[in-house]
């Protein structure tokens, strides 16, 4: 009985509380309405309020006065303004090109029509002397930064050097827009004159181990152009480090096999990498001894090292894959070269018949020679009686012969 009084009692308060949130819920829709109502009250008063209507169409006018102003161009005013500045422009540009013709005509016919920089590749001390006295040569042009004593250094002007440097006390240090000294620029044009006289005369010395601004040294552009002289002159004399890096990370094997120029290409990057391949050897064996085995607890001299031998190693295995290239090559001629003349001692005809098919075979087979006695391949087979063989020869060499007429030919 008490269980089913508070199961009552329970049920009158859920059904309470559902009639106040139903009263409230109520109240708060009565309240939306009388706010929609005010609100349509508000906007029907403002949209009646004549000054309100005068102010938005003032805004509208100016927006599309401002929207038209932006698809209509400048005014007339604003053009004769514009060509009035224009005109103004162009006539102070075409003034100023005028004085400066003038007094470039005028410097000729006072000073000849040689500027100094040509003066100084041409060695021509005496209109450089001339120029000088006139004031010349003290202002650098700022698009390369070339002084008169790199333009001499560059073209190997020995004498011109020394009137520069010992009468006109040029600096031998002036680096161009690229970092280099006039040292640099000789050593990079092969000048060993220029480059001994500045390195050695008592009074100059020029410091050698400037580097450009990647870090270039003499000894990498005497190697990039193929200066094999220079680049044992540099390393030998001027105890240049073979090992040292360009910002890159190339040492001066590396830029003779990647990016050498010049005449001879083939030829000067041979003999450059037979060249640096003992130095730099010898500089890894130095190091090596001088470090040592124990790397715990080292310097940073030491470190160095280790990171310079870790370089030299590299370079080491470039070259030896290098020549291992270059014997491939000696090996497949001296087999090509067996394999002829065995075919052709033996009297296999056929065998030749498809060997001279390939261009490069038909080459080599010009060109061998017996050892022991100097005979071509046609001269073996005459000496071994073997007509057909003799035929096969002898028709290619007849072809090769009429072939190589007709290119020289047409």
Not at 74 to 100: C, H
Not at 135 to 163: M, N, Q, W, Y
Not at 311 to 322: G, N, S
Not at 355 to 370: A, K, L, Q, S
């Amino acid at each position: 009985m008490r269980n089913c009084k508070e199961g009552f009692k329970r049920i009158r308060m859920k059904v309470m509380q559902s009639e106040r949130l139903d009263k409230a819920r109520e109240e708060i829709r009565q309240k939306m309405r009388e706010l929609k109502k005010a609100g349509k009250a508000a906007a029907a008063s403002a949209a009646a309020n004549p000054r309100l209507m005068r102010l938005k169409a003032a805004m509208k006018r100016k927006q599309d006065e401002e929207e038209a102003a932006k698809h209509t161009g400048p005014t007339d005013e604003e053009k004769l303004f514009n060509d009035r500045m224009y005109y103004d422009f162009m006539k102070e540009q075409k003034e100023a090109r005028k004085r400066v013709e003038m007094e470039e005509k005028e410097k000729q016919a006072r000073l000849g029509p040689r500027t100094i920089l040509r003066a100084a590749q041409l060695g021509d001390s005496t209109t450089i002397e001339k120029l000088l006295d006139a004031g010349e040569g003290t202002k650098i042009a700022s698009d390369h930064l070339f002084t008169p004593l790199h333009a001499a250094c560059a073209r190997g002007k020995i004498e011109t050097v020394k009137f520069l440097v010992q009468d006109r006390k040029a600096d031998v240090e002036k680096r161009d827009k690229y970092g280099c000294t006039p040292v640099v620029r000789a050593a990079a044009s092969g000048h060993m004159n220029v480059v001994k006289w500045l390195t050695e005369t008592p009074l100059v010395r020029a410091n050698m181990k400037m580097r450009s601004y990647w870090g270039a040294s003499a000894l990498h552009f005497a190697s990039e152009y193929g200066h094999v002289r220079m680049c044992e002159y540099l390393l030998l004399r001027q105890n240049m480090d073979v090992l040292e890096q360009t910002d890159s990370l190339d040492t001066p094997y590396d830029v003779c096999a990647k990016f050498v120029t010049g005449e001879g290409k083939e030829t000067n990057e041979k003999e450059l990498r037979e060249m640096f391949f003992p130095h730099v050897e010898m500089a890894k064996n130095m190091m090596v001894a001088t470090l040592g085995s124990a790397l715990d607890g080292v310097s940073a001299e030491e470190a160095a090292q280790a990171h310079k031998i870790s370089i030299a190693e590299k370079i080491l295995q470039a070259h030896r894959e290098w020549e291992d290239d270059q014997l491939s090559d000696i090996r497949e001629y001296e087999n090509n070269v067996k394999m002829l003349f065995e075919m052709t001692r033996e009297g296999r005809r056929v065998a030749l018949d498809d060997v001279f098919v390939d261009p490069n075979m038909c080459d080599i087979g010009t060109d061998i020679r017996d050892e022991k006695h100097g005979r071509s391949l046609l001269h073996i087979a005459a000496v071994d009686g073997d007509c057909d063989l003799a035929e096969v020869g002898l028709s290619f060499f007849l072809f090769f012969f009429f072939y190589i007429s007709f290119l020289l030919i047409f």
